[in-house]
């Protein structure tokens, strides 16, 4: 006969010891491992950065200018007021080895005219930053970087003489254009007299939920009047929680496809302003009530959907990861091309 005391084998109890201990050490290690791969997006996001940064020193060495923030197609007449003229992402395409895309643009007219409907669809991945997750709905190519216009209420029709856009259509002045980028305003490398290293050229956004029922942060709310007193650059601290406040009670008037579209040169698609410290919780919004886009002065914050800041790109082509808590008088001037103001180390 055969003795069976020899078998070994786990009991139930050791079998319970052994998938609870597996499942701790999985529990210890995932947040590491997730943590590492959004380290790389960071990383990947910044890389695209530092490539636009590239570019438009290139563009600059080509034309003597930087590109503007809308420009209106070569042929276009009166009606581009700030929302159907071109981006400084279009303008800068030849020189991020994407000649082939800029020569399907037709400059003649807007974008959202004829084959320029499907040429703005195109998705271009260095557009993108891996980690934003928004904005998918859209039916749209995307695009999370966008160019600063500094501490300015930054609408004003990039051709002299008309209106900013759908009521009440206010204009701010032409002096009150401070950033590196602007609606009307050129700028050449000399005019960023605060120093390179000292001037914040882009920053990232994320992409609209594409979801018209339901305010999501990123999402731009209109028709919000600027209380009395507020000033088309350099906002306090005080006024911009004002405003932001009445943003938030009108955030079911909302457009919910922020930076949709690289080829559209308007703030909330390819721009920003440096007003609001990054990844702010008051939301994106600006004062036109007629049902236009984005038309009208503003208030467009940088952001990401990385953990406590966001990348930023500063005129020299150097990166940074600038923190949401930054000091809102610092955000202010490094947006700021020549305000003369001493910028501490950050």
């Given at each position: 006969m055969v003795s069976r005391a020899g078998r070994g084998g786990f009991t139930l109890i050791e079998m319970l010891v052994v998938i609870g201990t597996i499942g701790l050490l999985l529990s210890l290690l995932l947040p590491a491992v997730q943590q590492a791969r959004e380290s790389a997006r960071v990383l990947k996001c910044r890389t695209h950065l530092k490539q636009m940064g590239l570019a438009?020193?290139?563009?600059?060495?080509?034309?003597?200018v930087f590109p503007r923030i809308c420009l209106e197609g070569k042929g276009t007449s009166t009606y581009v007021t700030g929302w159907q003229g071109f981006s400084v992402h279009a303008?800068?395409?030849?020189?991020?080895?994407?000649?082939?895309?800029?020569?399907?643009?037709?400059?003649?007219?807007?974008?959202?005219?004829?084959?320029n409907q499907t040429t703005k669809n195109q998705v271009v991945p260095l557009f993108l930053c891996p980690s934003d997750f928004g904005g998918r709905a859209v039916a749209a190519a995307g695009n999370n970087y966008v160019v600063s216009g500094g501490p300015s209420l930054l609408m004003i029709s990039p051709i002299p003489g008309q209106g900013a856009g759908g009521n009440p259509g206010i204009s701010i002045r032409e002096h009150d254009q401070i950033g590196m980028f602007n609606m009307r305003r050129i700028i050449r490398l000399q005019d960023l007299s605060d120093g390179l290293s000292n001037t914040v050229a882009m920053s990232e956004g994320i992409i609209g939920?594409?979801?018209?029922?339901?305010?999501?942060?990123?999402?731009?709310?209109?028709?919000?009047?600027?209380?009395a007193g507020?000033?088309?650059?350099?906002?306090?601290?005080?006024?911009?929680?004002?405003?932001?406040?009445?943003?938030r009670q009108n955030a079911s008037q909302h457009y919910s496809d922020p930076h949709a579209e690289w080829i559209n040169g308007m703030p909330a698609q390819t721009a920003f302003n440096t007003l609001n410290p990054p990844n702010s919780p008051h939301p994106d919004c600006h004062e036109n009530t007629a049902g236009g886009w984005y038309d009208s002065r503003g208030v467009w914050t940088a952001r990401s959907r990385h953990r406590h800041g966001v990348n930023i790109l500063l005129a020299d082509g150097s990166?940074?990861?600038?923190?949401?808590?930054?000091?809102?008088?610092l955000w202010q001037r490094l947006g700021a091309i020549a305000d003369a103001q001493p910028i501490p180390p950050f």
């Open positions: 438009l020193h290139q563009y600059a060495d080509v034309h003597s303008m800068l395409l030849p020189f991020l080895d994407q000649g082939a895309l800029y020569a399907q643009i037709n400059f003649n007219t807007t974008f959202r005219i004829g084959t939920d594409g979801n018209p029922d339901r305010y999501s942060i990123g999402d731009l709310v209109r028709g919000t009047a600027f209380p507020f000033p088309n650059t350099f906002a306090t601290r005080e006024q911009l929680d004002v405003y932001g406040t009445q943003c990166c940074r990861f600038l923190t949401s808590h930054v000091d809102l008088i």
